[in-house]
DNA sequence: TTACGTGCAAAATCTTTGCCCCTGA
DNA sequence: TCAGGGGCAAAGATTTTGCACGTAA
């Protein structure tokens, strides 16, 4: 693949970030830095990247796909009123029985749904 | 709410079924029973049976939105070659460490990436 | 040079919604 | 009766794609 300022752009972008962006929100960022940088640009790296492992997809519940250049293994806590979304690395599940079962386990995307404590209040 | 027949019909083809169908294979299935029924009604009630727990949304990674009928605690597996997605009883997990970060959770969803038995041959 | 990448806009998908008629209670 | 529900089609929202031009190697 050719180097190209775009997709190191939307690559820097989606790494750089703690949160969790979409699509539009990663277009509108990247639009401060590159202005002609396209929406379709975008959609187009993020899918390549995504392909080489490079970035992560979260789809969460609100039919936007997310993304994270955090590449550890780790969970995500959704919270149902304010929608943010938190990084959990605490809990790290096995993968063993899934073997035994004859499942080879490429990757995992665990979601915890429920209140954070800001909404709890 | 009041009763409905297309609703129970929608209701009872994701209850009935073992797949994890997408709205418009439910779609498919209810017009079998009932011609006459409209894709637009299908998400209307799909929409209000999650609400109602009665159902259980799965987001994959297909942009499509998958329905689970059984609403016991299990997660899911999905072959990256043919999409199938497999029910997964065996691991529940602790909700005890993320109740201590102060975080209430009320659903989890965990999927599992990888290839099927049938796949890796 | 030239195959890959981009910008732009149109198209494709999936899902939601408005409107008017129908129906369960 | 009459408020909630359905059918239909149009609208929305998100994502993909075709095409002509640009650019890294």
Known sequence: MRFSRQREL?????????D??????????????EPNISLGTVYRNLKLLADEGR???LE??????HYDG??????HFI?????KIIDLFESAHSHELLENMGLSVSSEKCF???KCSDCKR
Chains 1, 2 share one sequence.
């Open 10 to 18: 939307v690559a820097d972008i989606v790494s750089g970030r703690k």
């Open 79 to 83: 919270c149902e009123d304010c929608g």
């Open 60 to 65: 969460t519940s609100d039919k936007k796909i």
């Open 112 to 114: 915890y749904y429920g």
């Open 70 to 75: 955090d590449l550890s293994i780790h969970s």
């Open 55 to 57: 970035l992560v997809t």
């Open 20 to 33: 969790h962006p979409t699509a539009d929100a990663i277009y509108l960022s990247a639009r401060e830095i």
